[in-house]
């Protein structure tokens, strides 16, 4: 019987989707039709906290071990695909960080782990980081996650979804009492620079002008809109700003100075500034509020849970074709696998012109040309 580990870890911010993923890596890796048929036993190693786990964990000692690592089998996840967050951990560690490069220390800690194929479930930055280990000789997979759905090679990543019904539902709160009190509400999201998490959740819960960073806002359209809307005889009105959004000749509003390990501002404010300018030019009472880390939280929804399945099996399905160096994918109503190389590199954002009405700031209004 060949025996085999798989490593398994979760990097990058947590959201929804990543403990189904977990739990159906173990499930197909563990199946025991595969001892049974294809005479291979798999042993899977869940890396706790991300990248750091890997780079942290002294392979010779038993409480390193503990600490960084977490042998899983089916029994340990069989209830995980009902949980929010990951139960292995996370952290925005990069072993390639130019001012403490680490990756020599990852790759000697893969070889000592005895990984004989490691999957990486993450974003942009943990799985530039997996494209990085495969060119140097790694078997990884990748697993797309992250709720700001940016990554190119897929049309889906875990979280997205869960995060737009938290997004609706509390705008579905909002709504009633903005109606009793007559005010506007700013409603601030996630998504870093790219705005499906604003355009997408603002279609759903039915927002008045939604704000993305694909297209530059101009204040002064705003607040017309928020008057004839006033005119129009409407109670309240809710705004949906993405987090990166920004208005015309201004830059990205960024809370702090500081950079992460991969470089990237952390970003906030924009809700809180547009408010006051709309309750200037329109007198009427208006309050913003951040979504934040809210969108990220909670129990996978229905389709998180099924994609996180799907994601999973197929994960190790690439990793007994020994299909490495791929990124597991939705493309077209189809889960299938691009190339890490593909799906790293260059952010996946809206298309202003097929999917934006720049004239009213909303969702597009014409699907079919
Ligand atoms: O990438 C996911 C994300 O939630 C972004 O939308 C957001 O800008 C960022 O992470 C927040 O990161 P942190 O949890 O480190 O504050």
Not at 49 to 74: F, I, R
Not at 90 to 98: A, C, I, K, L, V
Not at 350 to 356: L, M
Request: charged share 25%; glycine share 12%; net charge positive.
């Amino acid at each position: 019987m060949k025996k085999c580990r798989i490593g398994v870890l979760t990097g990058g911010g947590d959201c929804a989707g990543l403990n189904p993923a977990i739990k159906w890596v173990v499930k197909t890796a563990q199946d025991s039709r595969l001892p049974r048929e294809r005479g291979i036993e798999y042993e899977v190693l869940g890396l706790r906290d991300g990248w750091k786990g890997l780079v942290n964990v002294n392979p010779a000692s038993a409480d390193s071990m503990k600490e960084y690592t977490l042998p899983l089998n089916q029994d340990l996840v069989r209830t995980w695909d009902r949980y929010g967050g990951t139960m292995l951990g996370t952290s925005r560690t990069n072993p390639y960080d130019p001012k403490n490069d680490r990756s020599k220390i990852a790759l000697s800690n893969i070889d000592k782990l005895g990984l004989d194929a490691l999957i990486a479930i993450g974003g942009e930055d943990t799985l530039g980081v997996a494209n990085k280990l495969h060119q140097a000789g790694v078997s990884v997979v990748g697993i797309p996650k992250t709720i700001d759905k940016d990554l190119s090679g897929t049309d889906y990543t875990l979280g997205f979804e869960t995060a737009l019904n938290v997004i609706t539902e509390e705008i579905d709160r909002l709504r009633t009492t903005a109606g009793s009190h007559k005010r506007i509400f700013v409603v601030e999201t996630m998504g870093r620079h790219a705005g499906w998490l604003a355009l997408e959740g603002g279609e759903s819960a039915g927002a008045y002008i939604i704000l993305i960073p694909e297209y530059d806002f101009a204040v002064g359209r705003v607040n017309e809109l928020v008057l004839e809307g006033k005119r129009m005889g409407s109670r309240y009105d809710i705004i949906v700003v993405a987090e990166g959004a920004k208005p015309a000749g201004g830059g990205e509003f960024v809370t702090g100075n500081g950079v992460d390990s991969f470089g990237h501002k952390a970003l906030g404010g924009i809700g809180e500034y547009l408010a006051k300018e709309i309750q200037n030019a329109s007198k009427v009472e208006t309050r913003s509020i951040v979504l934040s880390h809210l969108q990220r939280g909670g129990a996978p929804c229905a389709y998180d849970r099924r994609m996180g399945r799907y994601f999973g099996i197929a994960a190790v399905d690439l990793v007994l074709k020994r299909e490495f160096g791929k990124m597991v994918s939705y493309k077209n109503g189809e889960i299938t696998a691009v190339p890490l190389q593909d799906a790293v590199g260059k952010l996946k954002l809206v298309d202003v012109n097929t999917q934006y009405d720049v004239e009213r700031y909303n969702g597009r209004r014409t699907i079919l040309r």
